[in-house]
């Protein structure tokens, strides 16, 4: 069974702060996708990066940047000078290569304060 | 522009009574899903289909049932036998491989009373 755990429930941050959103997962597979999404308050998910399983290089997007480690089982998410645009709810899911469908976790909330 | 649909944005239901969610989509995608988000659980699957007729259970399928009579077409509807379905529902859809990242739409949000 696949599994994602994001144990940060909310995270409250003032503008320009750096803050890092953990994700943690389970997966027996050996072959795997990582995804990282952001909802806004309109609601919509929006995709911001995935990862494959046998890629643990660092990647960096502007502000965003996200630190894959197998050997933790971990895919976290920094936001460096976070802005208040930047407040929004963000998932991590993970998909495998022998399913179907793409597992999420619980979500972080983040609030950047101006 | 491409995209997903979902109406209507809002919608209200007595208890007891069916209810069917719209989602269309133009993105020309195989696969599409149909996720419910509840406050702190995050998005939970209910059902998904990887090609026209053909359909899935995801995790929590039970009280809910689709159709995939078209490509760019997932209704869901929301039985009566859905014992908690106030929620936020979520349409998504993609290429239908692992790889592929999910598209989503605005989400209806369901309110039975």
């Known amino acids: 069974a696949q599994k994602v755990t994001q144990a940060q429930t909310e995270i409250s941050v003032v503008e320009k702060e750096d803050v890092t959103l953990d994700c943690v997962y389970e997966t027996r597979d050996t072959t795997y996708y990582l995804f990282w999404y952001k909802q806004p308050p309109s609601g919509e998910l929006v995709f911001l990066i995935r990862r494959n399983s046998f890629d643990e290089q660092n990647e960096i997007s502007g502000r965003y940047s996200w630190n894959f480690q197998k050997s933790t089982s971990s895919f976290n998410f920094t936001i460096t000078a976070s802005q208040v645009v930047d407040s929004a709810v963000y998932f991590c899911?993970?998909?495998?290569?022998?399913?179907?469908?793409?597992?999420f976790g619980a979500g972080t909330r983040l609030t950047v304060k101006p | 522009d491409g995209g997903i649909t979902q109406s209507p944005k809002y919608l209200f239901r007595k208890e007891g009574q069916n209810v069917t969610l719209s989602c269309e989509q133009n993105l020309n995608h195989d696969a599409m899903y149909w996720y419910r988000q509840d406050p702190g659980q995050g998005l939970r699957l209910i059902y998904y289909?990887?090609?026209?007729?053909?359909?899935q259970k995801g995790d929590i399928a039970e009280g809910y049932s689709v159709s995939r009579e078209k490509k760019e077409s997932f209704p869901l509807t929301v039985t009566s036998a859905q014992k908690n379905p106030t929620a936020f529902y979520l349409c998504a859809s993609n290429q239908g491989q692992q790889n592929s990242p999910l598209h989503f739409g605005n989400g209806t949000r369901l309110t039975v009373t």
């Open positions: 289909s990887q090609i026209v007729n053909d359909f």
């Open positions: 899911a993970l998909s495998e290569a022998e399913n179907n469908d793409m597992r």
